[in-house]
């Protein structure tokens, strides 16, 4: 006898969400903020669940613009805490991007030009180098969790397409000879 498949844990939990929202709930509260965002009335702005997508994670359309929103709780907070906020996924990768950047290129960020290559891959020059980065999640790269990260996906060239130099190494300073040692006094006792 075969045992039947259930669907994940968030499939279902998405689907009582939705059901006990109707309309309200996370939904009332995402729509203030893409009003702000895509510069509208909150009552032009229509928030859908996402299929498939954790409970957390709205798409609100309107003014002719979309965006994947995401609440965002600290470390073992319920969604429901009032300090959690709802930000739109693309602002949340493009910041982590830019950390990532300053970090691995050691450049100031506003010192470099970031390319949509496309969804889940940018092309990033600045400080004379080129890289590529790619978004890597364990869940569907248009979704936005803390497990995401952009991952380095060429090494370092130089914007003429050569690998860059490793910084000059330091001269070595010749060092200063110890001081001779004095013989021991002996103590007159």
Known sequence: MTTPRRPPIWIILSTTCIACSSGLGLFQEVRPQAAKDFGCAED?????????????????????KSALYVKICGA????????????QSSKLKRAKLEKRIAFDMQCAIDKVAITELSAANYGVMGCGRRVTYVWNCPHAASYYSANCTWVLNTESVTIDGTKPRAPA???????????????????LM
């Open 76 to 87: 073992g907070v319920d969604p429901s805490d009032e300090t959690c906020e709802w930000a």
């Open 169 to 187: 190494a330091k001269p070595e300073q010749a060092e200063e000879p110890s001081p001779t040692p004095k013989p021991a006094e002996k103590e």
């Open 44 to 64: 032009e702005v229509e928030i859908q669940a996402v299929e498939r997508a954790p409970i957390t994670t709205l798409n609100a359309r309107g003014c002719s």
